[in-house]
């Protein structure tokens, strides 16, 4: 592993788990980043070892999902490492999780079970790449394609055809053609998705370095069950937006005419997005007290603080104290 930059952390626990007999690999999203030249975020492990089996052979463990075969290692210092024994899954009766996991499977078949190419890679005790469905290809060509069948992938999950548009704004990808056209075909289980995960994935693709790329979500109809109609503007304007929540959100349900009432979003989100200057009014060059200090009293220093905001929000240079004081004195509330 010398070749990788593989936290000290996850060597341990790979090591704990090969000296019990057991084959274990790094896989998914952490080897992507790694062949891209990124720090992964977190590092996920798959293993022959059954959950059981890795719960006795550590000390401090979470049963993150036994029925799935999932147990998160609590490492001295450096955090938790989830770990997953390989698996074979049965039909996803809801659209989105599997009826029954069986684990009598080896690497390759759990690889073929992951959603798309560039995510079905693992590493090897060398440090080599496992890579039976052409995912380094696919980084290399910059595509976004689903392992194997893609319309029994989105069968399978629907929230697929969400990552494949998070992904793509994320890495700067293409979705390849099939794959694309089963996103397509497939569209309408995307009602089969709870709005707390479309909001996650969309929220991802607007803090992404292509933000317009949620125009795909329409387009594409993922969103139909939400926003009808698949029409959507240019949303090339989104990434001059300010790379936050907030404005990104606003810009975007303001462009694409979105209702973002229709998903699970937090009160502070709505009305960043409804009121935007109630968003603004804490990051004014002038403070509340110092209004106070100016004479406004009670609700006249909310009033002047929306009006302060709402100017800002059109003239973002001007949230300096000097010149919102000589905004607060043209005004009649003004000293």
């Given at each position: ?71 998160t ?5 450096g ?59 696919d ?8 392992v ?68 795909d ?30 404005p ?34 804490h ?19 909310g ?29 009649d509330?003004?000293?």
């Amino acid at each position: 592993m010398a070749d990788w930059p593989i936290p000290a952390q996850v060597q341990g626990c790979m090591e704990v788990l090969r000296r019990a007999g057991h084959a274990v690999h790094p896989v998914g999203g952490c080897v992507r980043d790694l062949l891209l030249g990124r720090t992964p975020g977190d590092f996920d492990l798959c293993t022959s070892a059954r959950p059981e089996q890795v719960m006795a052979l550590f000390p401090r463990t979470v049963p993150t999902g036994l029925r799935h075969g999932t147990v998160t290692v609590l490492t001295e210092g450096g955090g938790g490492v989830e770990v997953t024994t390989f698996r074979r899954e049965g039909r996803y009766g809801d659209g989105r999780h599997p009826d029954a996991v069986s684990f009598d499977v080896g690497l390759e078949e759990d690889l073929a079970r992951r959603d798309f190419t560039v995510n079905a890679m693992a590493l090897d005790e060398e440090g080599g790449v496992i890579d039976p469905f052409g995912g380094r290809g696919d980084l290399a060509a910059g595509l976004i394609r689903c392992v194997g069948d893609p319309d029994r992938r989105f069968a399978e999950d629907a929230l697929r055809m969400f990552r494949a548009v998070r992904f793509a704004a994320q890495l700067g990808f293409a979705i390849e053609g099939e794959t694309l056209a089963a996103v397509g075909r497939n569209a309408w289980r995307a009602g089969q998705v709870s709005g707390e995960r479309i909001l996650a994935e969309m929220e991802k693709i607007l803090l992404s370095p292509a933000p317009e790329r949620a125009g795909d979500l329409i387009r594409l109809g993922l969103l139909e069950h939400l926003r009808p109609g698949r029409a959507c503007p240019g949303l090339s304007a989104l990434s001059q937006t300010e790379a936050a929540p907030g404005p990104r959100w606003r810009a975007f349900c303001r462009a694409a005419e979105f209702p973002i009432e229709v998903l699970p979003v937090s009160r502070a989100l709505r009305r960043a997005v409804r009121c935007p200057e109630m968003e603004l009014v804490h990051r004014l060059a002038l403070t509340g007290g110092e209004l106070a200090g100016l004479g406004f009293r009670g609700a006249e220093i909310g009033r002047a603080q929306r009006e302060l905001a709402r100017h800002v929000l059109a003239h973002p240079e001007d949230n300096t104290r000097p010149r919102l004081l000589a905004l607060l004195k043209r005004t009649d509330g003004g000293t």
